[in-house]
């Protein structure tokens, strides 16, 4: 820093990625748009920038604070950067796309901006890979994306992340079970996303029994597939819980036994109402060893748009592209090159790099009067003539890594 | 980042009056430092634990400090005074339990011989800014804060500012100071807060040192 510092600077929380990381980052958003194309999934690019009011159609405040604006000198409207791709999706599928019929599997990946850097990761411009299904309202679409999360995580590299799914029925229906208003249910709602214990039984003094007992539960009902069970029997008695809350125990059971038979298992946590403001349903996450945080996130959000009049049922996830290139461990794939003479310095050479070429080698060309040789320019081989013929030799590996 | 082993815990604690009052909670449920966290000099403590649990490790911080090392995964769990949970930017942890240990209040103090509130805007010192801020800008006050380290005692008397944000524990300190507390703002334990990811993915280990340490705290539940 100081009076060195340059213009070139980048923003914070503003990074590019430099070779060879760059490639590694690029195969691995190819591998994964590949996938999430061998499930069916039609790609599509959002706009980088949209009006805002279509930007956050249907999103709460927090995205609305993570956006970037600007004002359209065109037409005088308030311009906002994506936050958030999902929401961009979504409107795609409801208003270019949706029909009557088959649901529409859309994916994307592409860079967002946020209008703050996130505090841990100090990252501003994250790029967001994800995967959605729209027209399709049952559990099955929901075990479909986790599904394919975990795909592409491993596509990734982690082998086992560990997938946490929660239900925001739960939580809604012993709610509207308790009679709690919106000025009751929010302190709750924060408590029991910290798990505090102490403050969940204040915020409980007043709740009649047995909504009180189950509220208090709530916060340690999470673990393996049994946890499904233990909140079954938690929530048994009269008066029996709301049909949403039955519904919502029903689909987390649906996915625990959909992974069951893939030889998969899920984790469960009842009291985990995350995600951005306009998730509902089935929310979950996935984690890995050693990282503090979420990799991947995703659930349902039905009704985010209209098709019709009537509210699209929705459900997806998505991830950060950078996170899980430095996690994943992944690293760009070894590659080999052949380096040729300049056309012009030679004949045939034309042909000979236009055939390799199409074989799908890697060829450069060394320029006249360049410094350097076939190892600066991360090629093995060297084209050289064999008679009439051009061949590829392998280039002697000198002491040094071939430089000089 | 790797907070520890694949199966141990690291432990963050504040330094000073929460470590002393946290040592004998730990021992009773089952953790002792290998060398004594009062005299040692170490900031990363090994600790004896029954056999068969997973290892344990305690590292010991500034208080502000606890929920930095949650947050980034470098500490599985923590124990921190409330006051450096509400000041942090920030709350993406789990907070279990209440251990009910460091009690203390966090308080806005004025000069005993300081006329009634003052009108318009205020000037408030204190370490805590965002609590103050929050806490000013909730009871409809216009305050500027000023940002001290230590001794806000002294500030009202110089004229640098007209009420403090501080932690009380006797008053003693305040009294001694010609301060006297006008306003509550919240009663301070120390917590114990755990990192999201440590309780799915080490949740056998961290659900028994919740465990552990609630029978300490709450014998009845």
Known sequence: MGAAAGPWLLPA???????????????????????????????????????????????????????????????????????????????IDAHRLAREGA?????????????????????????????????????????????????????????????????????????????????????????????????????????????????????????GPETLDEAAGRFAGDPPVPEEVEAALGDLRAISEGFRRLGETVHFDLAELRGYRYHGGVGFAAFVPGHGREIARGGRYDGMTTVDGRPRPATGFSADLRTLYQLGGRRPGRRGGVLAPWPGEADGVDRAVRELRAAGERVVHRLPGQSGGARDLECDRELVRDGDRWVAVAVPVTGDGGHG | MTASAEEGLTIAVAKGRILREAIPLLAAAGIVAFEDPLETRKLILDADVAPGRPPVRLVLLRAQDVPTYLE???????????????????????????????????????????????????????????????????????????????SMELAPHVGLADRIVDLVATGDTLRANGLRPVEHIADVSARLIVNKASMKMKAAAVKELVAALREQVEPSR
Not at chain 2, 84 to 92: H, M, S, T, V
Not at chain 2, 123 to 137: C, D, M, P, S
């Open chain 1, 103 to 223: 649901p529409i599997r859309l994916c994307y990946a592409g860079t967002v901006l946020h209008a703050r850097a996130d505090r841990v990761s100090g990252a501003r411009s994250p790029v967001q890979v994800g995967a959605e299904i729209y027209g399709h309202a049952g559990v099955e679409s929901d075990i479909e994306a986790i599904g394919l999360m975990l795909e592409m995580l491993r596509s990734a590299g982690f082998e086992r992340p560990h997938i946490d799914v929660g239900h925001l029925g739960v939580f809604r229906g012993l709610a509207r079970g308790a009679a709690l208003d919106d000025a009751e249910q929010a302190p709750l709602f924060a408590a029991l996303q910290r798990k505090a214990e102490a403050e969940i039984d204040d915020l409980l003094q007043g709740v009649p029994a047995p909504w009180r007992e189950r509220f208090g539960h709530l916060a340690g009902l999470n673990g």
């Open chain 2, 72 to 150: 980034y995964g470098a500490a599985d769990a923590g124990i921190a005074g409330r006051d450096a949970l509400l000041e942090y930017p920030g709350e993406e942890w789990y907070e279990p339990l209440d251990l009910g240990i460091a009690r203390c209040r966090l308080v806005v103090a004025a000069r005993k011989d300081d006329p009634a509130a003052p009108s318009g805007s205020i000037r408030v010192a204190t370490k805590f800014e965002r609590i103050a801020r929050r806490h000013f800008a909730s009871s409809g006050v216009r305050a500027e804060i000023v940002k001290l380290y230590g």
């Open chain 1, 13 to 91: 929380g503003v990074e590019e990625v430099l070779p060879p990381d760059a490639r590694g980052l690029e195969e691995l958003r190819r591998d994964v748009v590949d996938l999430f194309s061998a499930w069916g999934y039609e790609l599509v690019m959002p706009p980088f920038l949209e009006y805002l009011d279509s930007l956050l159609l249907g999103t709460g405040p927090d995205l609305d604070l993570r956006t970037f604006k600007v004002t359209d000198q065109v037409s005088g409207r308030m311009l906002g950067v994506r936050a958030d791709m999902t929401p961009q999706v979504a409107r």
